[in-house]
C-alpha cells in the first residue's frame, strides 16, 4: 500500500492568544522533504506581553489565518503528524473546526492523526520520558537532527521552538517507520 505523505507540524501558543508560531516537516518515502515555519502575531494584545521575550519580532507578523490555506491544501494531500497531537489538533480547530475539503461525498476533518507520543508509549515500553529531547537522546538521533536543522537553515537550535521541534518529531518518526519496518499509513493510525 505505501505510505502517504505525512505532514509533522509544531505549534506554540494557546487558547487564548492563539498560534504564536509554527512549524512543519513534511516526511515523504522516509525522508524529511521540506520544511516551514512562521511566527505570527497572536490574537490578543495582552499576549503580545507574555510571548515577547521568546518572540520579541511577531508583533508585526500575519495571523495565523493567513497560513490556514497551507494547512488545508497539505491536509488534502496526506496526514498530520505531532507528538502529542491533542494540542496541534485543538489549536487547528480553534482557528477552523473542519478543513473544508471533502473525501467523496464525506468532509474530511484535521485528523486521523499520528502521535508520535503514543506511538513511542504503545510500541517501546519502559522509558522514564517520552518528551521529544529525551527521545532524541536516547535513540541518538541528535547528529541526525543537528543535519536536518542545518539543511533547512532552522532558525533556532532549541526545543520548544515550533520550527525545531518539527522536524525533531520527523526525526523522531522517521526513526519510528524505519525501526518497525512500517509500510502503510494504518499501523500508525491505529496507535
Known amino acids: 500500500m505505501g505510505l502517504s505523505p505525512i505532514h509533522v507540524i509544531d505549534f506554540e501558543g494557546n487558547l487564548q492568544y492563539g498560534i504564536v508560531e509554527f512549524g512543519a516537516a513534511t516526511l515523504k518515502d522516509n525522508k524529511i522533504q521540506g520544511v516551514t515555519g512562521a511566527l505570527c502575531r497572536p490574537i490578543e494584545n495582552s ?87 529525551d527521545l532524541i537522546r536516547y535513540f541518538q538521533l541528535q547528529p541526525e537532527l543537528d543535519t536536518y536543522v542545518q539543511v533547512t537553515s532552522c532558525a533556532t537550535d532549541q526545543f520548544h521552538r515550533a520550527v525545531y521541534d518539527a522536524i525533531a518529531t520527523a526525526v523522531l518518526l522517521k526513526h519510528f517507520i524505519a525501526l518497525f519496518r512500517v509500510t502503510d499509513d494504518i499501523f500508525l493510525l491505529k496507535a
Do not use: M
Open 47 to 133: 499576549a503580545r506581553v507574555q510571548w515577547h521575550s521568546r518572540f520579541p519580532d511577531n508583533e508585526n507578523e500575519a495571523s495565523f489565518h493567513t497560513y490556514l490555506p497551507l494547512f488545508v491544501a497539505r491536509r488534502k494531500n496526506g496526514y498530520f503528524a505531532a507528538h502529542h497531537t491533542v494540542t496541534e489538533d485543538r489549536l487547528l480547530r480553534h482557528y477552523q473546526p473542519f478543513p473544508g475539503i471533502q473525501s467523496g461525498n464525506t468532509p474530511l476533518t484535521w485528523g486521523p492523526w499520528i502521535d508520535t507520543l503514543k506511538l513511542y508509549k504503545s510500541y517501546i515500553r519502559g522509558l522514564s520520558s517520552y518528551k521529544v529531547g
